[in-house]
């Protein structure tokens, strides 16, 4: 099975900054990872799919990049709303689907 | 828009058995693989399973292969997920999902609320 290693796992920032949090594949992966946002005790949502396509209605200060095995989200202004955990995920020749270990991010 | 609600999690005893539905609103349920999702607490996600979107394949994750079935009748809009041998570590959240996707997994891209499933004697 393909493993996700998200790094770091956990942050600290604060409103305005830019976040850049990192997933890496165990193996190749094309484009094959989304990202989700989860914030404490709901269900998570779609943020980008396909490395870097933004889901609809996700604000376009989110972006993703990458390809291959080493995939970045970045959050370029971030708001008091998105402080959450957020998850990547591969679908790469899948099932099964792995998640990555998550990031919390924080405020500071 | 898109709706997916989750019933029939609860407390049960290891070894026993709990049955998941997830009744599916908003959109052409046939048209979508579905899968269920679960999350420990204070854990990250676990991918558990996925049915395509006319019942004809299933895949399962290791931890969970021989003990759960998916399943979905798509006359009802309903996705199940019948669980067997219940074990303390399959405690979790468990979450209906949408795949953007027929069959191969693409993308996750509507989530129910999710409901509690406590294996505890």
């Known amino acids: 099975d393909i493993q996700m290693t998200q790094s770091p796992s956990s942050l600290s920032a604060s409103v305005g900054d830019r976040v850049t949090i990192t997933c890496r594949a165990s193996?190749?992966?094309?484009?094959?990872l989304n990202w989700y946002q989860q914030k404490s005790g709901k269900a998570p949502k779609l943020l980008i799919y396909a490395a870097s396509t933004l889901h609809s209605g996700v604000p376009s200060r989110f972006s993703g990049s990458g390809s291959g095995t080493d995939f970045t989200l970045t959050i370029t202004g971030l708001q008091p709303e998105d402080f959450a955990t957020y998850y990547c995920q591969q679908t790469y020749r899948t099932p099964p689907l792995t998640f990555g270990g998550g990031t919390k991010v924080e405020i500071k | 828009q898109v709706q997916l609600v989750e019933f029939g999690g609860g407390v049960v005893q290891p070894g026993r058995s709990l049955r998941l539905s997830c009744a599916a609103s908003?959109?052409?349920?046939?048209?979508?693989?579905m899968h269920w999702v679960r999350q420990a607490p204070g854990k990250g996600l676990e991918w558990v399973a996925v049915?395509?979107?006319?019942?004809?394949?299933?895949y399962y994750a290791d931890s969970v292969k021989g003990r759960f079935t998916i399943s979905r009748d798509n006359s009802k809009s309903t996705l199940y997920l019948q669980m067997d041998s219940l074990r303390a570590e399959d405690t979790a959240v468990y979450f209906c999902v949408r795949d953007h996707s027929s069959n191969w997994p693409y993308s996750l891209d509507n989530w129910g609320q999710g409901t509690r499933v406590t294996v505890s004697s």
């Open positions: 908003g959109f052409t349920f046939r048209s979508n693989a």
């Open positions: 193996q190749s992966i094309s484009s094959s």
């Open positions: 049915i395509w979107y006319d019942g004809s394949d299933e």
